[in-house]
């Protein structure tokens, strides 16, 4: 099963560091789903820094979220 995001920290260039419930803290970069009506609003630093953990994934203010599994397997070990 995917570990769920426990906390999350937007980062400088679209990104996010995300720590995982196995203690895991991994960097996701959002730049690739920055396109569009929906989540092109993302763009703006203002919305993107709404980042909060949704349930066990990550979601913004405005509704847009990333798939737990994309967000945990394609994103980077920190540590």
Not at 24 to 29: G, S
Not at 45 to 56: A, L, P
Request: net charge negative; with cysteine.
């Amino acid at each position: 099963m995917t570990p769920c995001a426990i906390e999350v920290k937007p980062l400088e260039d679209y990104k996010l560091l995300v720590t995982f419930e196995n203690g895991e803290k991994k960097v996701y970069d959002v730049k690739p789903l920055i396109r569009g009506d929906w989540f092109g609003k993302l763009k703006d630093m203002n919305v993107f820094n709404t980042v909060h953990i949704g349930g066990i994934s990550v979601e913004w203010e405005e509704g847009q979220d990333v798939c737990p599994d994309d967000l945990y397997y394609n994103s980077v070990l920190t540590e």
